[in-house]
């Protein structure tokens, strides 16, 4: 029998609602011994796991540690609404995964954090075509867009917060909300004693668990529980940011985007060369600076460099990185020479596919004057064009903020889990999911990704160790 011991001064409120959810949980565990006489003729024994945080990997594995252990009775704790960042993500469509990545290895690629620890089990254990078999076995149309983001085909994130609700609901997972997990201890037999507080009031409720799972997405209190539990925290840094360039030309060009630069990033503080500071994609110029796939890609793997820099540096762009510096040259050697009656400005070399706001740009920045003719363009001039094309340099002076999607480097050591089970190797049973663990992806449906196969992992091998304890095994 689970023990829950109410606080000396507690609230009538606090007490009826600790009580009422002994009874809920009694209930379940009858219902679900019912179907599993089994399990309550072995044992009467009735084990607990609780869940810290209803974001998509705390709610994903207790779905599925409900799957394989209906008898266990399973309740997810969640300070503020369950599953609000999937509910914003993807500015509201949710890319659920990426559907790209078939080689578990390419797709261990795009997390900056895990990219070599997450190449083994992980994503075997539960890749992308899982995590999209499951929620397409359960209701929700998902479709693949060019770029490998995997959303629903509704375009909106309800679908995916519809269907993990509906199945809390199926499973009898008891999901309490406005409730914060505020202190962990272990108890002298292993099992976990939790301090609950409601958020309206200032009553504590203490909660036995069996098993834990922590699943607190990037928030503080989840790193002060980790650590009371005996784990270490990779400082937390901002991941997936555009970058602020002071350039009031710039600032025009707004909206204009390019199919493929070659961005790299210089920063004071780092002399060697690395090679994932220099990365290819379509670039977007925004009213604060650049954006775009590239630039957020940039962002994510200079993360922890750049923070220390203070988010500043210097960005090389190559806007056609398609074309020899010296195809470049003689591309325009013959342009001045085929249309030398025509006036810069208004004619480009249609080989760099430039858009004539960013070739008024280029010319701007090299100070040269679009009304001349081709004719009268010098060597030096050409050369100049050449070397801004291939070679543009702009200040980076701080960090923006993209609204899409971001996400925290950082948390609990992977060196300080299991990643075939999600088990602390710290403290036995207690398991960890999703971002609150040194894991972050680029953008792309990558961080879901890595809290639906966490969720999995931890919520499988829980429901594994309840049923073997249930029939007696351990
Ligand atoms: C605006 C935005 C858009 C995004 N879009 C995408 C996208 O389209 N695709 C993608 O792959 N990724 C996206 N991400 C990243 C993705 O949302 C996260 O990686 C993912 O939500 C992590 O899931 P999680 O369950 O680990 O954490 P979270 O979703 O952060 O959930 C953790 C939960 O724990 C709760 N909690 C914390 N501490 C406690 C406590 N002590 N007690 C009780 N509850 C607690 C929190 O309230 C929270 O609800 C986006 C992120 C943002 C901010």
Redesign the pocket.
């Known amino acids: 029998m689970r023990h829950f011991a109410a606080p000396a001064n507690d609230s009538v409120f606090g007490f009826c609602s600790i009580l009422r959810t002994f009874h809920i949980s009694t209930k379940l565990w009858r219902r679900s011994c019912t179907t599993h006489s089994i399990c309550h003729a072995t044992k009467s024994k009735e084990e607990l796991l609780v869940v810290?945080?209803?974001?998509?990997?705390?709610v994903y594995g207790a779905i599925h540690a409900k799957t394989v252990a209906p008898h266990l009775s399973v309740v997810v704790?969640?300070?503020?609404?369950?599953l609000?960042?999937?509910k914003?993500?993807?500015g509201g469509r949710?890319?659920?995964?990426n559907g790209h990545c078939v080689d578990n290895m390419i797709l261990a690629e795009n997390y900056p954090r895990g990219h070599k620890e997450l190449r083994g089990s992980f994503f075997n254990i539960h890749g992308p075509a899982d995590t999209m078999s499951w929620f397409a076995s359960h209701g929700v149309e998902l479709k693949v867009e060019d770029d490998g983001r995997v959303f629903p085909v509704s375009n909106s994130s309800s679908s995916i917060i519809d269907c993990l609700m509906s199945e809390v609901k199926q499973r009898g997972v008891s999901l309490q909300t406005r409730?914060?997990?505020?202190a962990i201890s272990i108890l002298s037999g292993g099992k976990f004693l939790l301090e609950i507080q409601q958020h309206t009031s200032v009553h504590v409720e203490r909660v036995e668990a069996d098993y834990l799972l922590i699943?607190?997405?990037?928030?503080r209190?989840?790193y002060t529980?980790a650590s009371q539990l005996g784990h270490s925290i990779v400082d937390p840094v901002p991941s997936l940011f555009t970058f602020k360039i002071e350039d009031l030309c710039l600032r025009e060009l707004s909206g204009v985007t390019f199919p493929k630069v070659k961005v790299r990033l210089k920063l004071d503080s780092v002399q060697k060369n690395i090679p994932k500071l220099t990365q290819v994609g379509p670039m977007l110029v925004t009213h604060w600076g650049l954006s775009g796939p590239v630039i957020l890609r940039l962002s994510a793997w200079g993360a922890r460099l750049l923070f220390s820099s203070s988010y500043k540096g210097k960005l090389f762009v190559d806007f056609i990185p398609d074309l020899h510096v010296e195809t470049l040259k003689s591309i325009l050697s013959h342009h001045k020479l085929q249309y030398a009656k025509q006036k810069v400005l208004n004619s480009c070399p249609p080989e760099f596919g430039l858009t004539k706001r960013f070739w008024s740009y280029v010319l701007e920045r090299q100070g040269l004057s679009g009304d001349v003719l081709w004719a009268s363009m010098s060597n030096s001039s050409l050369m100049s064009i050449g070397s801004l094309l291939k070679d543009c340099i702009f200040e980076v002076t701080g960090k923006g903020q993209f609204?899409?999607?971001?996400?925290t480097a950082g948390g609990v050591p992977l060196s300080e889990i299991s990643l075939n089970t999600m088990e602390s190797k710290v403290c036995p049973r207690l398991f960890f999911?999703?971002?609150?663990l040194n894991v972050d992806?680029v953008t792309g449906?990558?961080?879901?990704?890595?809290?639906w196969s966490g969720g999995f992992i931890a919520g499988t091998t829980i429901g594994g160790l309840a049923l073997e304890s249930c029939i007696g095994l351990k």
Not at 77 to 82: A, F, L, Q, T, Y
Not at 403 to 407: A, G, I, N, Q, R
Not at 433 to 436: D, N, P, R
Not at 445 to 451: H, I, K
Request: proline share 2%; glycine share 22%; charged share 15%.
């Open positions: 810290v945080g209803g974001g998509a990997a705390g704790i969640e300070k503020g609404k369950p609000s960042k999937v914003i993500s993807g949710c890319n659920v995964t409730k914060a997990v505020a699943a607190s997405g990037s928030s209190q989840g529980l609204k899409d999607e971001f996400v999911a999703g971002e609150i992806g449906g990558f961080n879901f990704q890595n809290a």
